[in-house]
């Protein structure tokens, strides 16, 4: 298990200025947030692989930017844009090798087509991160079919082995469930975790903010899987500095016994 922290935190920030900003204030697990196509360059990616082997850092996962246009590229009627979408991802996994990074962030389909259809498109998706040695991982957020504990139960018994698990609890908090339902749902299919505090302040804050029961939650995420990543994910407008990330980041550090 990896604590770290997503450079999305520090959204418009240019991803390799957030990395470098992590790097300098002692930040040793990053996830990585492709912002736009020229971050898919390999050039560019080389120069992230760089700094991170300057300061010792790992990547265990990467989040793209065209999750918000995942239900149009593989979960549509019109089978051509997915292939080409099948193709796009490639240019993602490639920069997962490049980087180290092993898991791969997956919004997933929106609407309601039926677990079978999702399914269907997920695992195609599934089995061609595979093939370069990355395990997309499907996410529970509010505004896609992902949002319910319960649609993950059902997802991750259809799928099997070929199934790994996301989880936001912050979104879990806003779909009106708890994260630990969710843990629940997908059992040892969980592979990574993103985590903020939250409570009567809201449900995005920086940890020690607000009331989220860490302990339970560490105890119980252990026992499924000891091997999961937990990456502090907070919203820009959520913290007011880089000392409350690196605050946050060594707070978890110290209650996950973790030291990355």
Excluded: W
């Amino acid at each position: 298990m990896k604590v770290g922290v997503s450079t999305a935190c520090m959204f418009p920030k240019p991803l390799e200025e957030s990395l470098y900003q992590l790097a300098v204030n002692g930040v040793g697990c990053v996830e990585l947030f492709v912002n736009t196509h020229s971050e898919l360059r390999k050039s560019f990616v080389h120069g992230l692989s760089k700094l991170m082997q300057r300061f010792d850092m790992t990547c265990p996962s990467v989040h793209p930017f065209t999750c918000e246009i995942e239900p149009l590229m593989f979960f549509s009627d019109y089978e051509r844009r997915m292939t080409d979408a099948m193709e796009y991802y490639k240019l993602y996994f490639q920069f997962m090798n490049i980087v180290g990074a092993d898991i791969f962030v997956f919004h997933g389909g929106k609407g309601d087509k039926g677990k079978e259809h999702y399914c269907e498109r997920y695992s195609k998706l599934y089995r061609l991160g595979k093939e370069f040695g990355v395990t997309v991982a499907v996410e529970n957020v509010t505004r896609c079919q992902s949002r319910s504990s319960a649609f993950i139960r059902d997802i991750s018994a259809m799928l099997g082995g070929e199934f790994a698990f996301v989880l936001d609890t912050k979104q879990a908090v806003r779909a009106g469930e708890t994260p630990m339902a969710f843990l629940d749902a997908a059992g040892k299919s969980v592979a990574h975790v993103h985590i903020s505090d939250s409570g009567e302040l809201g449900d995005c804050l920086p940890i020690g903010k607000g009331n989220f029961r860490f302990k339970p939650f560490f105890d119980k995420l252990n026992s499924l899987n000891p091997d999961a990543n937990v990456i502090l994910e907070l919203y820009r407008n959520s913290y007011n500095s880089i000392s409350d990330l690196i605050s946050s980041y060594n707070i978890l550090v110290n209650m996950t016994k973790i030291h990355t």
